[in-house]
């Protein structure tokens, strides 16, 4: 595993020694960030689920004004720690040991907002309170949500006042971007591939 685009491009990540925590695979990596390129520079981005911090270290190499990594596992949160070791920007990201849902309604609180929200949650998981998201997202902002691709799967964002902008389908994986309907911005959902 290694850092694909940026400043870190090239950099070496530590992987999970065994099955418990899925990295996103390096091809969808890059397709997420042709896919943002041109939104990414500046954002606020917050990793849910974030497992061993390779998407959230990705967004820090390539101008994220700031990372926020939120995972509950303590053997992924040493992962996130000796891959952001290798970082020149390590004052630029936040690590928060705990759930999810937990840490969204801290945010919620505290009136925080993000311009990127990526969330991985484990495939055996029961749904991440996709409500939760909507507080802390900032008026132009994308949620990426990755998931298996799995056909009459139905919408998890069902519900809530965000409507899907695009849909990608790589390999096994899906991801889904979500913006709210009056959302101005220059997402067009265009990649280079």
């Known amino acids: 595993m290694r850092i694909i685009g940026g ?3 090239g950099k070496h990540l530590v992987g999970p020694s065994d099955q418990s925590i899925r990295p996103t695979p390096g091809l969808v990596r890059e397709a ?8 990414i520079e500046g954002a606020h981005f917050l990793d849910l689920y974030a497992g061993t911090g390779a998407v959230g270290l990705e967004a ?15 053997a992924a949160v040493r992962l996130i720690r000796a891959n952001l070791a290798k970082f020149s920007r390590q004052g630029d990201a936040y690590i928060r040991t705990t759930s999810a849902p937990g840490q969204c309604r801290v945010f919620q609180r505290d009136q925080r907002e993000f311009d990127l929200i990526f969330l991985d949650p484990p495939y055996n998981l029961p749904g991440m309170p996709i409500n939760l998201l909507e507080p802390i997202l900032a008026p132009n902002g994308l949620v990426i949500h990755q998931r298996p691709f799995k056909k009459g ?8 006042t965000l409507e899907r902008l695009d849909l990608r389908k790589y390999g096994k994986t899906e991801l889904s971007f979500w913006g709210f309907p009056d959302r101005s911005g220059d997402f067009a959902g265009d990649d280079d591939d």
């Open 60 to 74: 820090l190499s390539r101008g994220a004004a700031s990372v926020t990594f939120v995972e509950s596992s303590q």
């Open 7 to 9: 400043t870190d491009r």
């Open 32 to 39: 997420l960030f042709n896919i943002l390129q041109d939104v």
């Open 153 to 160: 799967v139905g919408d998890p964002f069902k519900g809530t």
